[in-house]
């Protein structure tokens, strides 16, 4: 099976500042891996994706870093705003499986 | 395009009641998912359809039954629900590995 941990269950930032959240898992067999943004009150919504042959990709204002070898990958967004608050899951995926794993999240509440 | 669509939004259920949640997606996705979410956890996988014609049991199936009605629909029932199935109730749909989610159905049983 897979299980996911994240570092810190609750961040709080200053708009305009940088984010950085932090997911690890445990089965190195994992080879494509999801960010998800859940706003309260409603369903997860896809933000980024990186596969395993990858170490790093960006979007509009998020990044998303994998490294392999210690089996930890994290998200980080670029001058945080208030419509970034909620909490964000990293959904790791296993070959042939589409099942998502999903750990409690953490909370990004970004501060005026 | 509507996405993933759940009814209903809300539900208040005696112990031992029924009922069927609904969700449906207009995207042409081969699998859809079941998923509950508890306060202050993330989601866990209940019941699966990797295709049309097809149902697997996820992580927490005990008390729920699905059906899997066409490619557009996949239901979830509770026979008799229980306290313990209080929970928000997320759908998703797929292609390949990326999950879109519906918008959930908010369960309370008394």
């Known amino acids: 099976g897979e299980s996911v941990g994240l570092h810190l269950p609750t961040l709080s930032v200053q708009e305009g500042d940088n984010s950085i959240i932090n997911c690890a898992y445990s089965?190195?067999?994992?080879?494509?891996f999801i960010w998800y943004k859940q706003e309260s009150g409603k369903g997860p919504q896809f933000i980024i994706d990186i596969r395993s042959n990858m170490d790093k990709r960006q979007g509009q204002r998020v990044t998303v870093l994998l490294n392999k070898t210690v089996k930890h990958l994290s998200l980080q967004i670029a001058a945080t705003q208030p419509g970034d608050s909620a909490v964000y899951f990293c959904a790791p995926v296993l070959p042939g499986r589409r099942a998502l794993t999903f750990g409690s999240g953490t909370r990004l509440q970004v501060q005026p | 395009n509507a996405g993933v669509t759940q009814t209903p939004k809300f539900q208040v259920l005696k112990t031992g009641q029924s009922m069927t949640l609904q969700c449906a997606q207009d995207?042409?996705?081969?699998?859809m998912y079941w998923y509950r979410q508890d306060p202050g956890m993330g989601l866990r996988l209940i019941y699966y359809s990797a295709s049309e014609g097809t149902t697997d049991k996820g992580e927490v199936p005990n008390g729920y039954n699905v059906s899997r009605l066409n490619k557009r629909e996949f239901s979830l029932r509770l026979e008799s629900a229980a306290p313990s199935q209080t929970s928000v109730y997320f759908c998703?749909?797929?292609?390949?590995?990326?999950?879109?989610f519906g918008p959930g159905t908010r369960l309370l049983v008394l």
């Open positions: 998703a749909s797929s292609e390949m590995e990326t999950q879109y």
């Open positions: 995207m042409n996705h081969n699998s």
């Open positions: 089965n190195s067999a994992s080879d494509y």
